[in-house]
T-cell receptor, first 115, second 112 residues
Framework: GAGVSQTPSNKVTEKGKYVELRCDPISGHTALYWYRQSLGQGPEFLIYFQGTGAADDSGLPNDRFFAVRPEGSVSTLKIQRTERGDSAVYLC?????????????FGPGTRLTVL | AQSVTQLGSHVSVSEGALVLLRCNYSSSVPPYLFWYVQYPNQGLQLLLKYTSAATLVKGINGFEAEFKKSETSFHLTKPSAHMSDAAEYFCAVSQASNQFYFGTGTSLTVIP
């Protein structure tokens, strides 16, 4: 079956612009996670959804970052007033159930470059 | 607080040789531990996970890892490296909060 997909695969924007990154999880997966991976680093947790609600958004770095999952499926990560430091690969993952031991299935990521 | 340390950002082995990738964790409570592999231009894929059952965990592609509480380690091994094993490997830890903490990764090169 289809895995987790993310669009776009690459996004180049200018400092100060607004961007939206989309994640399509595996059908039927109730939990959805966003991570940020900077060069040479491991994925860093941003936010976790259980259904439509953000169960834990403690990893969002500041109020320029926001994510939604209005129908409990597709999620969008929104970044306002982008800064050069936001440049990274943004990863999305989904799992069937929202458990700490549940296998997370990752998408290929969106590479964001802020000029 | 939880954290994961992966010793060695780059590891090179000869084809057919033992693969050993090191992971140490710090956690105030018994953790759940994972190893993920990332091939170029692909998403992270789960290799194996420890969830408080057997301490020796077998995963896909011939990999296994042993949870050693006394050493706070969860090293990944494979008896015989294959060219297709060349990739980036990440160790991760989680607890009941559902937050996952990843290490900085180890890039494995397999020399023919």
């Amino acid at each position: 079956g289809a895995g987790v997909s993310q669009t776009p695969s690459n996004k180049v924007t200018e400092k100060g612009k607004y961007v939206e990154l989309r994640c399509d999880p595996i059908s039927g997966h109730t939990a959805l996670y966003w991570y940020r991976q900077s060069l040479g680093q491991g994925p860093e947790f941003l936010i976790y959804f259980q259904g439509t609600g953000a169960a834990d958004d403690s990893g969002l770095p500041n109020d320029r970052f926001f994510a939604v999952r209005p129908e409990g499926s597709v999620s969008t990560l929104k970044i306002q007033r982008t800064e050069r430091g936001d440049s990274a690969v943004y990863l999305c993952a989904s799992s069937l159930n929202p458990g700490a031991t549940d296998t997370q299935y990752f998408g290929p990521g969106t590479r964001l470059t802020v000029l | 607080a939880q954290s994961v340390t992966q010793l060695g950002s780059h590891v090179s082995v000869s084809e057919g040789a033992l693969v050993l990738l090191r992971c140490n964790y710090s956690s105030s409570v018994p953790p759940y531990l994972f190893w993920y592999v990332q091939y170029p231009n692909q998403g992270l894929q789960l290799l194996l996970k420890y969830t408080s059952a057997a301490t020796l965990v077998k995963g896909i592609n011939g990999f296994e890892a042993e949870f050693k509480k006394s050493e706070t380690s969860f090293h990944l091994t494979k008896p015989s490296a294959h060219m297709s094993d060349a990739a980036e490997y990440f160790c991760a830890v989680s607890q009941a909060s559902n937050q996952f903490y990843f290490g900085t990764g180890t890039s494995l090169t397999v020399i023919p």
